[in-house]
């Protein structure tokens, strides 16, 4: 069975002779790679247990020819992406296929810390010195002087040095097997399935990660013809990046790994949950607040606590049976910067968990006010520290109903200042009536389940944002 489909249904929908011809320039060293890589497959007999992964590059439409598992992954991301299939799959045989852009400049992060890890996935590499699907930049591996799209002069040390990833590789730990090799002629040819084929197999025998480099033409960007391309590749590329083995071990196979379990109960044993129900308390969606999808949004200085208040937000809505999500957005500093979190609660689901126009605001700071309160929608709510804000600022829609609890000081007066974000959600029930009152707090209690001392401070800081806010909306 040949590891090619029979019809490449990209072109034409495989009619014809577009059926059998990829989307690849005519001398791209592409072809020759995916040859290559596809007898390896067939000869090792794992076809049926291959995942090829592609990310963005010429290589994106590899899934159209290769008759293997196909995963697409972001632009630099298919290390990360195959880890990923090899720790969830032990079994299966993963092969991340990559250009010079993608590997080498915005997945280099996601690259290294793959080669280190030293999991036994495949990945070949293929530099072709430029980039070449998005129009011919200059790429991490472009040679001292190359002219491109964005080097017209050529590249200059003003751009660094070119990138031998190779090298790179060979001195971390990790990997077992590193080599370069080139398709300029017949000898090397050969060399480069031999390699191709000793990734994989190395792989199928669970010793470890591998890494062939690629020295690959592209006629089309270098504005040459196949012929002076494979010239150009051997007589400049050669010299910057030497061919040959640049590592060679051959440990023990160590990857033997259990296969992980998706067994419910594995699951909430990992994660600290149980499989018991939650108590529900709403009769019904808060339709008062929004129809099908309530957005919030919570705001104040790193340590106010909001992120914490969102998240039990979250929580208690899912104990509800409602849809829920928490994006939390964090500045510099861990305490003092400004910090947020979007929040939504549906009735179905979520399907766009950004907050730029909350139904709800709530302030624990100054700054925050001022910045997203001009933001809330027509109709919705702002809950603010009073204790902190002393002045509303201007700007704020007239429909909006604001409700200024002194969440610190009543914290404060508590004997915790830390517990002025459960005070806020007091004063959130008692302001929009959200959820039933023993709905946050539940998510309260569950969130305390193991520091149990702490629940009666933060049920009386509860009762006390509630008490304060039912106060000024009466």
Request: hydrophobic letters at 40%.
């Amino acid at each position: 069975m040949s590891v090619f489909y029979d019809k490449f249904l990209r072109h034409n929908e495989g009619q014809g002779l577009k059926g059998n011809s990829t989307h690849y320039c005519p001398g791209c060293g592409h072809g020759l790679a995916h040859k290559y890589l596809a007898e390896a497959i067939e000869e090792l007999g794992i076809q049926d247990n291959t995942i090829l992964v592609s990310p963005v590059g010429c290589s994106v439409f590899a899934y159209y020819y290769f008759d293997v598992g196909n995963t697409q992954a972001a632009h630099g991301r298919a290390a990360a992406v195959a880890l990923g299939h090899k720790l969830s799959n032990p079994e299966a045989n993963v092969i991340s296929y990559q250009g010079d852009g993608d590997l080498a400049s915005i997945g280099l992060a996601e690259t290294v810390s793959a080669a280190q890890l030293g999991a036994p996935i495949t990945v070949i590499f293929i530099n072709n010195a430029i980039y070449g699907m998005t129009g011919g930049q200059m790429a991490p591996t472009t040679l001292m002087g190359q002219q491109t799209a964005t080097s017209p002069e050529g590249r200059s040390l003003f751009n660094g040095m070119p990138m031998r990833m190779a090298e790179l590789i060979a001195q971390l730990e990790g990997p077992i097997y590193v080599e370069r090799v080139a398709l300029f002629d017949a000898k090397n040819r050969r060399l480069a399935k031999k390699a191709i084929k000793k990734a994989v197999q190395n792989q199928v025998e669970n010793r470890g990660y591998s890494f062939v480099e690629v020295l690959a033409e592209c006629p089309t960007h270098l504005k040459m013809s196949p012929e002076d391309t494979e010239k150009w590749v051997k007589e400049c590329m050669v010299p910057i990046f030497p061919l040959g083995v640049k590592k060679d071990l051959k440990p023990e196979p160590w990857f033997i790994k259990n296969e992980p379990s998706y067994e419910p109960a594995t699951f909430l044993k990992a994660v600290g949950a149980t499989s018991e129900a939650p108590v529900r308390n709403c009769d019904g969606f808060p339709t008062h607040l929004n129809i099908a999808d309530i957005s919030l949004k919570l705001a104040g200085s790193g340590g106010d606590g909001a992120q914490t208040a969102a998240m039990l937000i979250a929580k208690a809505a899912i104990n509800e049976g409602f849809d829920a999500t928490h994006i939390p957005s964090y500045g510099p500093e861990s305490r003092g910067g400004t910090s947020y979190a979007d929040v939504h609660v549906a009735k179905d689901e979520v399907l766009n968990p950004a907050s730029p126009h909350p139904d709800i605001l709530i302030a624990f700071n100054a700054p925050s006010l001022t910045k997203f309160g001009p933001t809330v929608k027509k109709g919705g709510t702002i809950i603010y520290d009073s204790s902190i804000v002393k002045e509303t600022p201007a700007g704020l829609d007239p429909s909006v109903k604001l409700v200024g609890v002194p969440f610190t000081e009543i914290a404060v007066d508590l004997g915790k200042a830390v517990v002025k974000n459960i005070v806020a959600l007091g004063a959130l029930q008692a302001a929009t009536s959200i959820f039933p009152k023993d709905t946050l707090i539940g998510a309260v209690r569950q969130m305390l389940k193991d520091k149990c001392a702490l629940i009666p401070l933060n049920e009386e800081a509860y009762a006390w944002g509630i008490k304060a806010a039912e106060a000024l909306v009466k």
